[in-house]
């Protein structure tokens, strides 16, 4: 058994021949996250 990524573009076609080095753009490889968690509210 195979696999094969799918991706799509920006327009909604498929695109199948994407090399691993195309997925991301290097300069976006890198990313920063803040993550804030509230109590739930009840009520």
Do not use: S
Request: hydrophobic share 50%; charged share 30%; glycine share 4%.
């Amino acid at each position: 058994m195979a696999l094969r990524r799918i991706h799509w573009a920006a327009d909604g076609h498929l695109v199948l021949d994407q090399r691993p080095d195309e997925e991301v753009a290097p300069q976006l490889r890198r990313v920063r996250a803040v993550v804030r968690v509230a109590a739930a509210r009840t009520g």
